[in-house]
Nanobody, 125 residues
Framework: QVQLVESGGGLVQAGGSLRLSCAPS????????MGWFRQAPGKEREFVAD????????NYADSVKGRFTISRDNAKNTVYLQMNSVKPEDTAVYYC??????????????????WGRGTQVTVSS
């Protein structure tokens, strides 16, 4: 079983940047599609971005397109979410996810096989 561990969350001012990292324990993610979801208080969990196992394919939610970048380093067994020009509405718990088959930007949480426990991102105005 893959355990995903997120890091890098915290408090950041609007307009600033933050980089989240996700690394698994127990196995490699080099042949696993990866992604990020987020959930704000009182809202449903929503898709943020995903990346194919090779890194050649990526998808983004419209709300983060042009500001967030997902990447992966299979040699380091780590996935990243670079968050630039953050806004207060980006405040949420961010979850790292993995899927055995590429979900191509699906917002259906059942498409993802592995979930981290989440890391809090708070953007102050």
């Amino acid at each position: 079983q893959v355990q995903l561990v997120e890091s890098g969350g915290g408090l950041v001012q609007a307009g600033g940047s933050l980089r989240l990292s996700c690394a698994p324990s127990g196995r490699t993610i080099s042949n696993t599609a990866m992604g990020w979801f987020r959930q704000a208080p009182g809202k449903e969990r929503e898709f943020v971005a995903d990346i194919s196992w090779s890194g050649r394919l990526t998808n983004y939610a419209d709300s983060v397109k042009g500001r967030f970048t997902i990447s992966r380093d299979n040699a380091k067994n780590t996935v990243y979410l670079q968050m630039n020009s953050v806004k207060p509405e980006d405040t949420a718990v961010y979850y790292c996810v993995g899927s055995r088959s590429y979900a191509a930007g699906s917002g259906d949480t059942s498409r993802y096989d592995y979930w981290g426990r989440g890391t809090q991102v708070t953007v102050s105005s």
